[in-house]
């Protein structure tokens, strides 16, 4: 039986990251979840300083190619070894985290549904939409708790990189979504009509 593939998209705080979560607990041990921020390239010919000036919102940053194989491969019933990424170095990891398949595959992140290959491989996508001050504050707090970065490192990544991309690549890439949810994991009634079609797909 082939999986239900679903992608999860939207700009930088959206909250697609809690979506994906809630609806990955949902049907608990029948999910496998890959994130498209694991996939960055890790450019291991640059210095840490190079690698902090990169784009890292544009689609070329991102390794989709290796996304799109691993993904076949879910569908096909294979196992794969996903990139562990680190967001303080920007380097990859040596080792990979072992992903299997599932009858649902959970594919999240900004430029999900920006790539049309990877488009091709989703049942049902999803579009996170946020108002941009909320999503603003959420990065701010994230990277900040999590990244170990400066209010300045954030503030100038945002209206160099982040702010021209989203609205260059994510924003659009919404006209391709099957579902768009207002507000992300705050939208308790959209989450539980998306919960409820992934536990019809397990217990099929």
């Known amino acids: ?18 979506v994906a979560r ?18 960055y390239r890790p450019r291991p010919e640059l210095t840490y300083e190079e690698r902090c000036a990169l784009n890292f919102d544009h689609p070329d940053s991102l390794e989709t190619e290796l996304l799109v194989e691993h993904l076949t491969k879910l569908r096909a019933g294979q196992a794969i070894g996903a990139p562990v990424y680190d967001f303080k170095t920007h380097r990859r ?3 990979t985290l072992a992903v299997g398949p599932a009858p649902v595959l959970l ?15 989703f049942d ?13 504050f959420r990065r701010i707090r ?4 999590k990244r170990g970065r400066t209010f300045e490192q954030i503030r100038q990544q945002y209206y160099a990189t982040v702010r021209p991309m ?16 207002p507000e ?5 009634v959209a989450l539980d009509l998306l919960a409820a079609k992934l536990r019809s797909v397990v217990n099929a």
Not at 22 to 39: C, F, I, N, P, T
Not at 166 to 181: M, N, Y
Not at 184 to 188: D, F, K, P, R, V
């Open 93 to 95: 990891h040596e080792e």
């Open 107 to 121: 594919v999240e992140g900004i430029l999900v549904l920006a790539d049309p290959k990877l488009r091709e491989l």
């Open 166 to 181: 989203t609205l260059q690549f994510v924003e659009p890439s919404k006209r391709w979504a099957d579902i768009i949810i």
């Open 142 to 145: 994230r990277d900040i708790e």
């Open 22 to 39: 809630r609806l990955a607990e949902s049907v608990a041990e029948h999910v496998s979840v890959l994130q498209h921020d694991w996939y």
């Open 1 to 18: 039986m082939q999986p239900l593939v679903v992608g999860v998209a939207g700009a930088t705080g959206s909250g697609k990251t809690t």
């Open 124 to 136: 049902i996508k999803v579009f996170v939409d946020t108002d941009a001050d909320l999503r603003v």
């Open 184 to 188: 992300g994991g705050q939208n308790a």
